[in-house]
């Protein structure tokens, strides 16, 4: 599945690049990437073997690709590559960056000084983190991730409804609650060890595409590794690119990749945020003859009435304004929602007149909606 390739303009495909990050991402054009996902090297500079109590060794990071002979040596890789990636990010593109105590703080200096414009840090805090053998430290039970979007003029997806819906009805919050690797999920080579000393679970990176991609959004991942990244988009209808240097790793991720199934494209559907909606004016109701002039609205105590007048506006005594304008007089406020504050009487009930809207849309031809009127015209 990995292979070379030299820049195109014609539409992304779903591929493992093989080749150093650097070279690979120059080749890749400009503004053609929704996201990017990069779990760089950490350079932990370990100075030996980490070992536990009982002297037996930990299976950590000691990797070549770790190590950098001097932090400046790692700040000139890192703003190389993230540079890279800034100039193949389409206008409203947007890149994650995650990291530990080690990397994190230098990479979002890099960030900021080459024009990424921080949206949020994350915190992915470990269920079950590797402990603290030597007692001298706190248990590093976190990890980092910075999320910028290309520069401060970018807006950035965020699936905001879909992630507060998921998180039952509250904001999702900055504080992620994962565990680490393990399981069926962790790959091992031939000899039973782990295939990957950092793969990140799955569970990270669905909550990522899910909250900053959009079907059919193309994910870059510049370290891929044995392939998460990858993993995960294609389970979600995302396309990805996935730049790795190790024959063996782009191997592992490749057989991985390829075992997975995508999902039903009805499955991976967003809440569309209202703010992308076509924007239907209290007017358009009237001129339609939803409501027709002369009709009452109330407010939702039933306590004023105002009379619908045929250029869109509402009449309460002797004012007459919007139905947003006239709402705030009322009550005494200096703004009102008119569609949530005002209600129409159907069927012996009042009910908000936002949900008139739907039949405008439904009759402006803007919504997938078919059959009759959702109402009759109010009266």
């Known amino acids: 599945m990995a292979e070379r390739r030299r820049p195109t303009s014609r539409p992304f495909e779903s591929r493992i690049v093989l080749g150093d990050c650097l070279e690979e991402l120059g080749r890749l054009p400009d503004a053609s990437i929704d996201l990017v996902f990069a779990d ?69 200096v890099a960030m900021q000084d080459l024009g990424f414009w921080i949206q949020n840090d994350v915190v992915w805090r470990k269920v079950n983190p590797m402990p603290n053998f030597r007692g001298k430290r706190f248990t590093n039970a976190h990890e980092t991730l910075i999320w910028a979007s290309r520069d401060q003029k970018s807006r950035p997806t965020f699936n905001y409804e879909s992630l507060k819906a998921s998180n039952d009805d509250l904001q999702m919050r900055s504080d992620w609650l994962f565990p680490i690797c393990s399981g069926p999920e962790r790959l ?13 679970p799955e569970a990270l990176l669905h909550r990522i595409l899910l909250a900053t991609t959009n079907p059919g959004d193309v994910v870059l991942d510049p370290f891929f590794g044995t392939g998460t990244t990858g993993a995960v988009a294609k ?99 200096s703004a009102c929602n008119g569609w949530t504050f005002w209600h129409f009487e159907a069927d012996g009930r009042l009910k908000p007149i936002d949900v008139l809207r739907e039949e405008a849309k439904r009759q402006l031809g803007l919504s997938a909606g078919a059959g009759g009127p959702i109402l009759d015209a109010a009266e």
């Open 188 to 200: 091992k080579d031939e000899g039973g060890r782990k295939a990957h000393p950092t793969q990140k």
């Open 40 to 108: 760089p090297p950490y350079n932990l500079q370990l100075s030996g073997d980490l070992r536990r109590p009982n002297d037996s060794r930990v299976d950590g990071v000691d990797q070549a690709w770790d190590k950098f002979a001097s932090f400046a040596a790692y700040d000139a890789f890192s703003r190389a590559w993230l540079g890279e990636c800034r100039r193949v990010l389409k206008p409203d593109g947007a890149l994650w960056v995650i990291g530990s105590y080690h990397n994190i703080f230098r990479l979002g």
């Open 235 to 333: 389970r979600l209808g995302r396309r990805f690119v996935g730049i790795e240097r190790d024959p063996d790793y782009a191997r592992a991720a490749g057989d991985r990749i390829a075992r997975v199934t995508p999902l039903a494209p009805a499955a991976v559907e967003a809440i569309r945020p209202k703010r992308a909606e076509p924007r239907v004016p209290f007017g358009t109701i009237v001129e339609l003859g939803i409501l027709v002039p002369g009709a009452s609205l109330y407010d939702p105590r039933r306590k004023v009435e105002a009379e619908v007048k045929a250029d869109g506006t509402l009449r309460w005594r002797e004012a007459q304004a919007s139905i947003h304008r006239l709402g705030a007089l009322v009550q005494g406020k």
